[in-house]
């Protein structure tokens, strides 16, 4: 197996087909909770999700899954998009389901920490097939073909216990310099509101204030019309606080760019995603060409002659903005404004001189709490590699864990983004940097 160097001579390679049998039952009763896999999140409830909405009432051509299975997203297995499935639910049919073919010879969990490794996802990028990158799917018949490795059932286990404990020992450091960035968060947006309060002494509708409020669509077609170049798609995963983050922006056509001409993103407009568990999150369009947007960010335009960009979208990301926000929210099942509940919120309003001086003083503050932010981020990065590195020596046989006894520990997640999006923050240089 040349993608893992030697193997330990008590395991052998194998077929994933002789491990796994894929499973492919129906929610014809349509009553199973509608789950989704998140990256980050891992396997939830489709409602939790920030940045979804289901697009279809009816599940029964939905697959049901149940604890214990091996849940697989096709579209980003070359990703190592598996897991240990953990509740009952059903999955869209773009996901496939398998259970282990002998309980006896297989932890699924250790598969799960094997297909996430880099060794492994390499061969199914490489038998993922489709129309272009990012739209590959690995299908079952190329899954199962694919060689992996095989332990006796006993090291698989202890390979898992060994990995839950430390992987949770890693998270924990993980959570707590994450938990210092949202501190430092929370610190800098009472800070900011404070001075952005100081000296306002009266306050105006954003719709007063604003030439345009208003979000866009997503096109029809879903994901097969996005290009890898083009104009830029904006969703509500690329506004965070800190900056637009484009690692995972989508394109569209100039053509489709065009049908949508009413909805495009300018310079310097203000982005506030508006649905979901990300709503709230603001920050504005630096980039000097236009871009579109989907149905769940909204389109802020300050008029410049009386409110400036930043000036708003620090207001917005401030507790007073939040908190305005969160009152706010349309009654139901999920999360959203409304475009004219954002135009009657109250923006304490001084001269443009004045917000000019008030956004000085902020940058003063801003500029060393960005340094700090930058080397906690460095630092989760390093524990990040470790984990990866650490996970890929355990399940290649490089380090033998087998005699090692496992204390008694606290299992712990990865702590996941929060709603003002300081984990994962990316950090947006001044010029002058």
Known sequence: MPWYGELPERWKAIKIKYLFNEIDIR??????????????????????????IPSVADLSKYKLVAPGQLLENRMQAWSGMFIKVNKHGCVSPDYSVFNA??????????????FRSPMQIEQFANASRGIGDGFNRLYTPAFGSITTIYPPRDEQDQIVRYLDWKVSRINKLINAKRRQIAL??????????????????????????ATKIGSGKTPRGGVAVYVDTGTLF?????????????????????????????TRVFQNDVLLNITGGSIGRSCIYSLDKHANVNQHVCIIRPNKDMLLPEYLAYFLNSPHGQNMISTSQNEGNRQSLTFRQIGAFDIPLPTINEQERLLSIIHSMDKPIKNIVRKLNDEIALFAEYR???????????????????????????MVSDK??????????????
Do not use: W
């Open 27 to 52: 929610n014809n009763t349509n009553e199973a909770e509608l789950l989704t896999f998140s990256r980050n999140k891992g396997l939830i409830p489709f409602k939790e999700n920030s940045d979804q």
């Open 101 to 114: 073919t002998h309980d006896r010879y297989v932890n699924v969990k250790f598969y799960e920490y094997v």
């Open 184 to 209: 430092l968060a929370e610190f800098v947006a009472n800070k900011v509101y404070n001075i952005l309060c100081s000296s306002a002494n009266n306050t105006v509708k954003i719709s007063k204030c």
């Open 234 to 262: 904006i969703r509500s995963q690329n506004v965070y606080p800190s900056g637009l983050a484009t690692d995972n922006a989508y394109y569209i056509t100039d053509e489709i760019d065009e049908s949508m001409k009413n």
């Open 388 to 414: 990866t590195r650490l996970i890929s020596d355990v399940v290649t046989g490089k380090l033998d864990v087998r005699s090692i006894t496992i204390p008694n520990y606290e299992v712990m997640e990865e």
């Open 420 to 433: 003002i999006g300081f984990d994962d923050i990316e950090i947006i240089e001044d010029d002058d940097e």
